[in-house]
């Protein structure tokens, strides 16, 4: 008995993921927004987990403006190297899948689209591309053709429609796509897009497939904490705010050694940013505009420049960060919204208020033995070089740069320790 339960376990532990798994169920992936590194792992991470529970298939539900080309390229690959179907559908109504979106449903075994969703414009975001000669755009566009026909091709769908999306950067409807062959059907929701794959055929490592979705369940694959959390920090105004979240912080901290908590979330804010930015087409020229802003600001504080260096930073900053993202596409970009309240309160924030705190700083002491310079007093005694003065209601020892007489008026010029360093008062003049 005990040789039979062993040998059970062992057959159980050798046995591929997938064995475990009936198939029964269709996953679903829900992908909103740029398509982005995290975007990328989320997707590859779900085909993965799918193959492994033997799904019947997976749904990659898609809303989308683009995204980055090596981001796309690496969901790509994936899809056309997966074991099992992947239908990617664009929906719900009103969605796109604009750009690199396009590619992604051309590269499915099935490509679905909602009533009132269109795909087109397929030219994809290159990271850092930066400025580039007519030359190398040429070549990057042919790239870009050659990439989309071949994926077309594969699929047999509609390869010429294909190169116009990336020459003429032409978008269609969802019945125009399937008049067209550029996808294989329109379902309304889910539950009918599941209903009408069923039994249908699909090319797996040149075996023929057929899609199985009687009785199937449907499960949602969820983006794990982690990359919800990197999804949010890589939109660019996020990435924006917590850069200047970051000086901020260290501003603060350098400011006032030892408050240890500016510090700290500003060392965070720019690990995190830096991190959001590496993700981005990064133009380090604005970068290097916002932290020029950032320096006008503080000698804004010190230096009188009437306004000027204050109206320099703020030009600066709104330059810099409309720079800072290097990319045409507009889901890309920093929002002006954000731009201008967040360069208007930084501006105003050192101006105002952290000048303010400096001001006070610079102002004569009124209290404690640094108050009593610049004080008016009375001579006790007549004085030599030493002698007891009557200050504040109370009696100092007193050191004179001159000879004072008894009821002179005396002035302090210098405090150390408890003697007064004093000068005959003008007053007394």
């Known amino acids: ?84 179907p992947i239908i990617v559908y664009v929906a719900p109504s009103g969605s796109r899948a604009a750009s690199a979106g396009t590619y992604i449903t051309l590269a499915a075994h099935i490509a679905a ?26 070549k990057i566009h042919n790239d870009a053709v050659a990439y989309i026909k071949s994926i077309a091709e594969k699929r047999g769908r509609n390869s010429k429609w294909a190169e116009e999306a990336v020459r003429k950067s032409v978008s269609i409807s969802e019945t125009e796509a399937l008049k067209k062959g550029v996808i294989d059907l329109i379902a309304n929701d889910l539950s009918e897009l599941v209903k009408k794959i069923d039994k249908k055929k699909v090319a797996i490592d040149s075996k023929i497939y057929t899609i199985n979705t009687k009785d199937v369940k449907i499960e949602y694959f969820e983006m794990e904490w982690r990359q919800k959390i990197l999804a949010v920090i890589s939109d660019p105004n996020i990435a924006f705010l917590l850069i200047i979240l970051g000086f901020y912080g260290l501003f603060f901290e350098l400011s006032n050694p030892g408050v240890v908590f500016p510090g700290l979330i500003g060392a965070i804010a720019l690990i995190l940013g830096g991190y959001a930015l590496q993700l981005l087409p990064i133009n380090y020229a604005g970068l290097l505009l916002i932290i020029l802003a950032i320096v006008m600001f503080l000698l804004e504080i010190k230096v009188t420049s009437y306004g000027a260096l204050t109206m320099g930073g703020v030009v600066s900053m709104v330059i810099g960060s409309i720079m800072l993202i290097d990319s045409p596409s507009p889901f890309l970009r920093i929002s002006l919204k954000i731009i201008i309240p967040t360069t208007l309160a930084t501006a105003a924030f050192f101006f105002f208020l952290f000048g303010a705190v400096i001001r006070t700083h610079q102002k004569k002491a009124v209290t404690g033995t640094e108050g009593l310079v610049g004080e008016v007093g009375i001579a006790q005694e007549d004085i030599e070089k030493g002698g007891k003065v009557f200050i504040h209601g109370e009696i100092w020892d007193a050191i004179s740069d001159m000879p004072l007489k008894k009821g002179e008026k005396i002035k302090v010029i210098k405090v150390e320790g408890l003697k007064l360093f004093i000068t005959k008062s003008k007053e007394e003049e």
């Open 1 to 84: 008995m005990k040789s039979k339960i062993i040998t059970l376990l062992i057959f159980i532990i050798i046995l591929p993921p997938s064995f475990l798994y009936a198939q029964n169920e269709i996953n679903v992936l829900k992908v909103e927004g740029v398509i982005n590194p995290i975007t990328a792992e989320y997707i590859t991470d779900g085909i993965d987990k799918a193959s492994n529970r033997n799904s019947v298939a997976l749904i990659i539900q898609m809303d989308t403006p683009g995204g980055l080309d090596k981001s796309m390229r690496i969901i790509i690959k994936k899809i056309l190297n997966s074991e099992i």
């Open 113 to 138: 689209m909602a009533p009132g969703t269109n795909m087109g414009a397929a030219t994809p975001v290159a990271l850092g591309a930066g400025k580039i000669d007519e030359e190398m755009k040429k």
